[in-house]
């Protein structure tokens, strides 16, 4: 089992050995191996346990909280509204972008590293030293291990691909002396890519299918490939003839093809090795004590308060923290549970949005996510609570108090780092992305009966099901919604898509990464849609008043709120609240002082990387170019 107290120490020994000191974490080979340590494969192993905190952060643990839902980075994209002005894109090149450092961090506007080579520094020592020592190995255990090397190596680099488009590209590990090598400029992301391509084949044909219990393995492989895949096959084809830094175009429509592929090939591994299926509530993917046999989960990280392995993430959903701000905008994304967007919906109560309606008429996903009234910590009225339990919300509603173990760092409930319905939704949008434009085979009613109706057919939450909330029906190949607001660019399957990894989702970091590679950073311009800048529909004399039927943490707050306050009617007109007309106050909650974030441009597609680094690379008597556009 992986992320377990035992293991910690060993991974802080193991990232002191690979410690670095300059910006490319580049340190002598002789500071990490020694020549009696590649054995066999338990010093391997060792070697490689290292790498499952840096990559498979789940929740964090403690206050440390990189890339964790809520709390890392995730709220960057356009499902949230915040009170005054948007947290904004970067409008200039940092002074510096580099980590001396093995551990990641994460830049929220892009969901993604930093610049630096550390991690792809340690993963190539991996890899010299199998083909070193490779006599002590097996020719499957050799195999296998170097697809160990190589997904993390993939991993790495995609993320960093993602982040700055052209990066260097480093074979093998660099010698200190070896200047050229360790100063060389960026290579096209096309190159990159290709390497990844490449080692993805080879993990496909090489890694166990069970390497123990909750380690990398086949499928925990492919189900990331498929990620990594789609996501550049994607971009590739919306930002089809982009040069890259050297001048050169380094996005094409034969790269699109040949990755989305890969993403497709990826993800049936998964899919036709029968292991995984819907078997569980979509909440308690986010909420249980321990998912070693929840059926959708191929790799996930575990807590234990006895082994003091814990995180808070929980806790910023228990009601009491802010719990996300979601808008309007976002609210209206969900189906209702006929399967079609509200505005064209036969079902009663399309048109109402109020929470309680909402929670009752929507996808179930939206009562596993949304807490069915208005509770003031959100800034948007709706309160998330996707990673607290059901209890929980109960309890803190009921009580004005947190659970105990909802509170502070002491929440337990595991990560789910790779799951089954990431897989198929990357699957259904791959293949159809080669349908429309690459002369893929057509996507079938049995394509979407395995993928997008098969999330719709997870068993409902026992509180969700006790609500009378029922399944979202199938979707019909020859019946898609055509959703009025849909993008003219986008076809009616493909939106759809869109929306299904919308509502499923919903703080997991793909948001932004997902108006990344579509090219739809305009969706971030909130002055485009004024349903961004709103709450919910709410009643604020019987949800907010001083009335003993208020949930307690809502009581009086419109006495606090008198000249504050205000609601946007169904006909658009906008009431603040005077102290003395609570009887008008029923309409879409308005942001308090919300406005848009500044002007972004092309250039905020990818990130540019530090003046300090280029200047460093100048004082060695080489150059690094900067990114595009900046």
Known sequence: MIMKKSLYAIFAALLLLCSCSDLLDRPALTTVVDNNFWRGEGDVRLYCNAFYPLYFEGYGQDWSQEFAPVRGGTSFCDDFISEGTQSRFENKVPTSRGSSSESRSCYAQYYGPSWGFGRIHKVNILIDRLNEYKANFSEEAYNHWMSVAYFFKIYEYSDLVGVFGDVPYFETTVRDDDFDTQYKDRDSRQLVMDKVYDMCEFVLNNMRTDDGPNYVNLYVAAGFISRFMLYEG??????????????????????????????????????????????????ALFTSEDLASNPEILLYRHYDEALQVRHPIGSYNGGSDSGSNVNLEYIKSFNCQDGKPWSISSV???????????VRTRDPRFFDVFWGQVNIKSNSMIYCYKYASYEALQYFFETGDKLANWQGIYNTN?????????VVLNWIEAKAELAQSYGGAAITQADLDKSINALRDRPLSTHAAAAGVKQTAHMQINDIPNDPKRDYDVPALIWEIRRERRMEFLHEGSRIKDLLRWYKLDYMDYDTDPDKYLGPWIDCAVELGADESVPKVNRNYLNQRVGILQVQQADGTIVKYNGGNADQM????????????????DRSYMAPIGQQQIDEYKMRGYKLTQTVNW
């Open 234 to 283: 994607t971009w590739q084809k919306y930002h089809d003839g982009e040069e890259g830094c050297d001048g050169k175009v380094n996005c094409d429509s034969e790269h699109a093809k040949k990755y989305l592929e890969m993403a497709v090939k990826a993800a049936e591994v998964v899919m036709n090795s029968g292991k995984y299926s819907f078997g569980s509530s979509y909440k």
């Open 348 to 358: 009663e109560g399309a048109k109402d949005f109020s929470l309680a309606n909402l």
């Open 414 to 422: 595991d990560a789910p780092i790779m799951r089954y319905g990431e």
């Open 586 to 601: 029923k309409g879409f909650y308005c942001v308090r002082n919300a406005s848009n974030r500044e002007t972004f441009f």
